[in-house]
């Protein structure tokens, strides 16, 4: 059975990510990206269906203390079991990858002697297939298919009901390595890493990209763990960054709100923009600026709302029925259908992440304006129609207010972009009217009087915690006293236990199309932190934002959602959108909220380049040029 979610800490090489318990145990990984099927799948299920731990001999029954951490400003993880007889650590991490992916795993003797076991039951294609294994001194072989594992070692390896299973003792000074790596089985096993090496090779590059952090107000400490945690969640070939490394952990304990999150959502592109750069990680923002141009490119009529790591389109959702399920959350599903759904409000956030990164280098292609023509060209009719809405739900379409802000903020930010790089062509004044027309009918209908707030969509009497993004998107000030009175309602009516739900729910699926409750939305709790702070109320923000952080596991890890019955993380982990809204909350807290907006921010008038699509170089050669705008007033660099 797997482990609470809270108990679980991730590793990975910017390809994919390892889930390691609390017990020692990998419970899942796929290999070799992100979207490929896993081969330790026992977070989904039981023992059978994958897994590998490394812990004291005896069961839990002989720790007496346990205790982990991650090496300061590094992905390089390090677990201490204390035992009757001694003190053992197992440090883990997966190095950057050359060619193939390898999990490192180092026994260290710290006191005493211990027993120790190592158990590994593999099964590729998400805990279906049993490999075909073969040993050999200090190798082992696990094939099935396209795949296969090499596992290197010194221990005495034997089978044992169909896992490979190690007892060994360790002393103190001694250690004794693990070198895990996949590759395809038609070719000969990779030769063995020098363990020790590679993990002083891991944890130097995590230290150096942690240390170029910009940020150094208060909370430091969880801002820097976020960005850390947001770069183990991104494709490094492409600059996708995935929303999570998991699928179908549920969204309430047994439930059926279960989805895949191993994919790039568009929704998420202009919060993760910002937060990023806020963090002085600009060409991780960059990277992913490019990912969405390149993702999104073609006819904008078949714009997706998520798309693979590397840009795919084709998601299909299906349920593996051999896995039981996350605690009995069934079913478990691989893809995601929502993939094919019509929301509005992409088109919005790929607008306002292109405009922020165009500010940001102070120059505009050409090339990604002419894609963003397309796009408010299909709007000045798409915006009225009714859509899917931001949740994914699986109900009727609806005229969502949220989606509408969100047509608004395409248009805007166009308009805005003429504004500033006049050298653009576009039609100012039809798109000036068309902002215009897009915002007087969602304060006409998208604002109830009875209930002083906007509501979820036109005409209904509930609410949605979405419509927190109006004053955050600048759709209104955040004076206004609709503002504050939907701010009020939101926390009024959606605040579960102290922490922000994203709509009621209804046993019926009446709402959303689907059955059964789900826990509070942590984005949307920090969205609420922003909120608060904006309408002058910074002492409650402040406090709902210490709320926030004492949700985080002990390594300052969060899932998507938090149980406030059952006092437990849920959701996929770990979540790049609650990390990213943490983010820019203390940054918004601390006022470290420098992002480029004029043109007297940057050291030369705001240019068009005539770059293609996904060029990094050219933007980023003209950035180096001069000190970035989001850096003055700060003596990091």
């Known amino acids: 059975m797997a482990q609470r979610i809270e108990d679980y800490a991730v590793i990975g090489d910017l390809h994919t990510a390892a889930i390691v318990g609390l017990d020692g145990s990998i419970d899942w990984l796929c290999l070799p990206h992100f979207d490929s099927p896993s081969c330790f799948t026992r977070l989904l299920g039981d023992e059978e269906h994958g897994f590998w731990r490394i812990h004291p001999a005896g069961g839990p029954e002989t720790v007496k203390a346990c205790r982990r951490k991650y090496r300061d400003g590094s992905l390089v993880l390090e677990t201490e079991f204390d035992t009757p007889e001694g003190t053992v650590r ?97 070719e000969d096993p990779p030769p ?94 960059m990277s992913w600026r490019d990912w969405l141009l390149r993702a999104v490119a073609g006819d904008v009529t078949q714009l997706q709302i998520m798309y693979g790591p590397a840009g795919e389109r084709r998601l299909e959702e299906w349920e593996a029925s051999w896995l039981p399920g996350y605690e009995g959350s069934a079913p ?39 894609l963003q023509v397309e796009l408010v060209k299909f709007l000045e009719k798409g915006w009225a129609e009714p859509d899917d809405g931001i949740w994914e739900v699986r109900g009727p379409r609806r005229h969502f207010t949220h989606s509408k802000v969100m047509a608004w903020v395409a248009v805007d930010r166009a308009v805005r972009t003429l504004e500033e790089w006049p050298e653009l062509e576009g039609p100012l004044d039809e798109w000036r009217a068309l902002r215009d027309q897009i915002h007087s009918e969602v304060c006409e209908k998208g604002y109830n009087e009875s209930v002083g707030a906007f509501t979820q969509y036109y005409g209904c009497d509930q609410l949605d915690a979405s419509v927190l993004m109006i004053p955050l998107v600048g759709f209104l000030p955040p004076s206004d006293p609709r503002v504050v009175s939907t701010v009020e309602a ?148």
Not at 337 to 363: F, N, R, T
């Open 332 to 370: 478990v599903r691989i893809g995601n259908a929502a993939s094919g759904q019509y929301q509005l409000d992409v088109y919005g956030e790929v607008m306002s992440a292109l405009y922020a990164s165009a500010h940001a280098e102070g120059v505009h292609s050409k090339a990604a304006w002419a």
């Open 90 to 186: 197992i440090t883990d991490c997966m190095p950057m990858r050359d060619s193939h992916p390898h999990v490192v795993r180092l026994v260290e003797g710290i006191k005493g002697r211990v027993e120790m076991r190592m158990e590994m039951a593999l099964r590729f294609d998400y805990g279906e297939v049993v490999p075909w294994v073969t040993a050999s001194e200090g190798l082992l072989r696990l094939r099935a298919g396209p795949d296969a594992v090499a596992l290197w070692h010194h221990v005495d390896l034997v089978g044992e009901g169909m896992r490979s299973v190690a007892d060994f003792t360790v002393h103190e000074g001694q250690v004794v390595p693990f070198t895990f790596v996949w590759y395809p089985s038609h």
């Open 490 to 637: 939101v926390e009024r009516e959606l605040v579960d236990n102290g922490f922000v739900l994203r709509y009621r729910t209804a046993d019926d699926g009446s709402v959303d199309g689907l059955t059964g409750r789900e826990g509070a939305f942590l984005a949307c709790s920090f969205w609420l932190v922003d909120c608060l702070h904006m309408i002058g109320r910074g002492d409650d923000a402040k406090a709902l934002f210490e709320r926030l952080l004492s949700l985080r596991n002990d390594l300052g890890l969060l899932s998507e959602e938090y149980d406030a019955v059952a006092g437990r993380l849920v959701g996929n982990f770990p979540q790049a959108f609650s990390h990213v809204s943490l983010v820019n909350s203390a940054c918004r807290l601390t006022g470290h909220d420098a992002l480029a907006t004029s043109a007297d921010q940057v050291a030369d008038e705001p240019k068009v380049v005539d770059f293609t699509l996904g060029s990094v170089p050219a933007a980023y050669a003209i950035k180096k040029r001069r000190r970035s705008p989001l850096h003055r007033g700060s003596s990091r660099h």
């Open 192 to 285: 063995p890493l020098d363990a020790t090496y590679a993990i002083s090779l891991t944890d130097a590059y995590w230290k150096e990209w942690s240390s170029q952090c910009t940020y150094d107000g208060e909370w430091r400490d969880a801002v820097v763990r976020s960005l850390i945690t947001l770069k183990a969640l991104t494709y490094e070939p492409t600059g996708g960054i995935v929303a999570a490394a998991t699928t179908s952990l549920p969204e309430a304990l047994g439930g059926s709100r279960n989805w895949d999150y191993r994919y790039c959502w568009l929704r998420d592109a202009t919060l993760t923009l910002e937060s990023l750069m806020r963090g002085g990680y600009f060409e991780e923002a």
